[in-house]
């Protein structure tokens, strides 16, 4: 596969991986409310407008490191799923922190203790991981396979 292949392959990867961590997002943020919604239109509308939503801000926000770890893996051929799928939850969750996503646990409360994690830092770090796997299924697996010397066959 030509380079120029290669990029055509990333990108559809990580349009599709972005879509992909957006749905999880939705999925995470509207949970706790899932038994309660019944499927009617508007509920529909809601899902897809956070699952788009969280699709913009996962390409948005970690656009410029996500180029940078791509790079990283086509020139180490970094073909392991855990590794695609952990540095994805790592690259959300730092990007959740970073734009203030998550906030700052401040809560007193004599009835419960603060959550050691956040909720939305949990959910940040799921997308993540989703957005590494769906990225490693469609691009990762094959990384850094363009630039192998093909013998010919006789």
Do not use: C
């Not at 997002?25 to 969280?54: K, N, T």
């Not at 490191?65 to 799923?81: D, T």
């Not at 940040?124 to 630039?147: E, K, V």
């Amino acid at each position: 596969m030509s380079l120029l292949g290669r990029l055509i392959v990333i990108l559809f990867a990580v349009i599709a991986a972005s879509l992909v961590a957006g749905m999880a997002m939705a999925v995470g943020v509207l949970g706790p409310d899932w038994p309660g919604l019944s499927g009617d239109f508007g509920e529909r509308v809601g899902f897809w407008m956070i699952a788009v939503f969280g699709a913009s801000v996962t390409g948005a926000v970690g656009f410029l490191p996500l180029v940078i770890l791509i790079m990283l893996a086509e020139s180490f051929k970094v073909r392991s799923l855990i590794a695609h799928a952990l540095l994805g939850a790592v690259l959300l969750l730092a990007a959740a922190y970073g734009s203030g996503l998550v906030p700052p646990s401040y809560e007193e409360s004599i009835d419960r203790p603060p959550p050691a994690i956040p909720r939305e830092a949990q959910i940040a770090a799921a997308a993540g991981a989703a957005f590494g796997l769906t990225y490693w299924l469609i691009a990762g697996r094959n990384a850094g396979r363009w630039r192998e010397r093909r013998v010919p066959s006789a």
